[in-house]
Each structure stands twice: as C-alpha cells, then as structure tokens.
C-alpha cells in the first residue's frame, strides 16, 4: 500500500526562523507531488507542487520545496517565518497506477512572535 | 472562480441515526473525492469518482456509508448507522483530471465536522 510520511507532528519556531518540514512516500514509480496548508479555521489549499521538470519548486508565500527522487523525498522550506505561517501542513503524493491523492499525517507549525 | 462548495459546516448526531453531506464541486471538474480527516491525522480517502463513476473506494467502510455522484455533478455522502469512531471532519474535493504529470490539483470545500455522541 502506498503511504506518506511526515516526520515532524508538531514544530515550534519563533518568527524569522527557517523552516524544514520533511515527506517521504514509499514507492518508487512516477509521482506527482503536493504540499498543502490549512490555516486555523480555513480550508486545505494548495501551497506548491511537483509533477515534471525542475525538482526544485517555488511555491506562494516564499515555500519551496525539493523533490529528491533518490531519496522518495519531498521536502517543503522557508527561510523565513512569519508568525501567519502558523497552520498545518501536508505532503500529499498521487503516483500512476490509479490516480489515487493520498495525504501524510501532517505538521502543525506554531510560529511564536 | 466558485470554490467547492460542501453542506452542513456542522452536524451533531447520536450514534445509530443517519447523516448525509453534500457536495457541489467546480464547475467542469470530472473528479471527486470525499476524505475523512479525523482529529490529529491527514485526510484518509474514502471515494474518488471520474464523473458519476466510481474509481476508487478502497477504503469507505461499505457497511455504512455510502456515496452517489448523480449526472456527474454533485455528490452526498451518507452514513448510516454512524458509530461514535465516525467522528471527523469530512472534506470533499474536485479536480481536473488529477493524473501523473499532468499540471493539475485537487481544491477543497471547507468540510463537514460531525460529531457523533
């Protein structure tokens, strides 16, 4: 069965911090890749995401993330925090055969002022 | 662009009764999925249609829940009997056709959260 790791269930940094969230999945075919947040209260929205070309993804609000196809990885960053950057997070992975979108555990972040 | 569109925000049942959810994707979306997300964990999908028909539902528990996408549009998700353990944050979600490399995505409604006493 396919699955999605998140290493990290809670992380805590004071603004302007950098931030490293880390996704693993665990299959080895062709994958389209997916980091969502969800902020207090709103809905899951699309913060960047990989299906071809540069693994090196640029994503809204100063996120990257780089997809290190060696290593089943997926890793979201920001250099910078911002206290807004408070919410949950989660990698999410479809690969080919069945188109199915499946969901890591997530990360809630908690950037103190 | 209207967003997903998901009904009731809330619902509170006791266990035994029935609940049904109610979803109205993106307009021209042919995917649809409904996940559970319960308290502390990621979403778990439940059912995933292309149009009206049903590509995956692997995981919905089939003794009790049950989910139609008539004509391809809309889309209800019922519980029947719920259990206390159904107890989540039920997300439903549209998408072009969302496939391996192909520059596509999943948009979410702001779910359902039932709580079954």
């Known amino acids: 069965a396919q699955s999605v790791s998140q290493h990290n269930h809670h992380v805590i940094l004071s603004e302007a911090a950098s931030l490293e969230l880390g996704c693993n999945y665990s299959?080895?075919?062709?994958?389209?890749l997916f980091w969502y947040v969800q902020y207090p209260g709103q809905h899951l929205q699309l913060l960047l995401k990989?299906?071809?070309?540069?693994?090196l993804v640029k994503g809204i609000k100063g996120f990257e993330a780089e997809f290190i196809k060696s290593k089943f990885s997926f890793n979201l960053r920001k250099p910078s925090v911002q206290w807004s950057d408070t919410a949950e997070y989660f990698c999410?992975?479809?690969?080919?055969?069945?188109?199915?979108?499946?969901f890591g555990g997530g990360t809630r972040v908690l950037v103190k002022p | 662009e209207a967003g997903v569109a998901q009904s009731p925000r809330y619902k509170i049942i006791e266990k035994r009764q029935s609940v049904a959810f109610w979803c109205n994707p993106i307009?021209?979306?042919?995917?649809l999925y409904w996940y559970q997300q319960i308290l502390g964990q990621g979403p778990k999908l439940l059912i995933q249609?292309?149009?009206?028909?049903?590509?995956?539902d692997s995981q919905l528990p089939k003794d009790r829940f049950s989910a139609e996408r008539l004509k391809g549009v809309d889309s209800t998700l019922k519980i029947q009997p719920a259990k206390l353990e159904d107890s989540a944050v039920y997300l439903c979600?549209?998408?072009?056709?969302?496939?391996?490399?192909?520059?596509?995505?999943?948009?979410f409604g702001q779910g359902t959260r039932l709580t079954v006493v």
């Open positions: 979600a549209s998408s072009f056709e969302l496939s391996v490399g192909m520059n596509t995505e999943a948009f």
């Open positions: 299959y080895g075919g062709t994958v389209n």
């Open positions: 990989y299906f071809s070309g540069d693994p």
């Open positions: 999410a992975v479809i690969k080919a055969a069945g188109n199915k979108l499946t």
């Open positions: 307009s021209g979306h042919a995917t």
């Open positions: 249609f292309q149009n009206n028909g049903v590509v995956d």
